[in-house]
């Protein structure tokens, strides 16, 4: 008997330069899967044009109805406010969350500790500033669950530290002009900024950017988050301190892999730790001369 072929999709929050990298790593695996298995695997990759529920819900119906093998999703709100997620289960299409804490037993998440990654940021910008002044935390989308437990865990940390003032930073809604755009207010608006953190992979880009039109490179610490190109070359020139980073390339590798295993009808974990990196000015030339 002929085995069969495989198609998998990819449903990101939004179009972003972040998602791009999980689609090279899915594709990759996919690629790996077909040589090994000897049949075609496939990866469609559906990007929603901007982050939003009813864009995504959209999107998700329109994967289902290719009536695909799989689908993985970043979600940018929590799983039971995705209708779409519930009829997908209901038809028995695998379906696994990446970029996300997975919310109930018997749903896969591919991803990192994203409590401990917004720790990570948080605590290195404290000691860069010696525990005083201001601190601006710039959101990501707010109702992403990644992006709500990185900023959870920045406030803990920086509330601590008695020495330190919070400061909204605003919201980038998971798009870089929009966090140019607020991070050039709140720089305006607090002339004394010490640091500022952030949520997601939009977060620094755009920090980085407004930073540099201010006239703020040094005079304001800033961490970021992820490790794409515009961000490692942000580190290089000193404009971001560090960033703590996801793993983009293997969350779209090893989603594709869980699910080739839920295709089959094996079980599969409830988490996935795909790790994370912490970028800084020592390490950020290893990252540049893989990155895309």
Known sequence: MKKRNLRFVIVPKCAHPWADEVRHGAMAQASLLSEQLQIEVVVDYLAPAFAGLTEQNSTLERA??????????????????????????????????????????????????????????????????????????????????????????????????????????????????TAEREAAAV???NPDLSGYLCCDAAGPIGIAAAVRKAGKVGAVAVVGMDGIRPILEAVKAGVLESSASTIPAMQGSMSILMLWQASLGVPIPQRIDTGIDVITSANVGSFLTTAR
């Open 64 to 177: 289902l109805a290719t009536q695909p093998d799989g689908i993985a999703v970043d979600p940018v709100a929590a799983v039971d406010e995705l209708t779409s997620i519930r009829e997908i289960r209901h038809r028995g299409v695998p379906i696994i969350l990446f970029d996300s804490p997975s919310p109930e037993p018997g749903m896969t998440s591919v991803g990192n500790d994203f409590t401990q990654q917004g720790t990570i940021a948080a605590e290195r910008l404290v000691g860069l500033i010696a525990g005083r002044g201001k601190v601006a935390v710039m959101r990501g989308f707010p109702s992403a669950p990644n992006h709500r437990e990185r900023y959870e865990a920045q406030l803990a940390v920086l509330k601590r530290h008695a020495g330190i003032s919070i400061v909204d930073g605003g919201s980038d809604n998971d798009d870089i002009e």
């Open 187 to 189: 720089l305006g608006a």
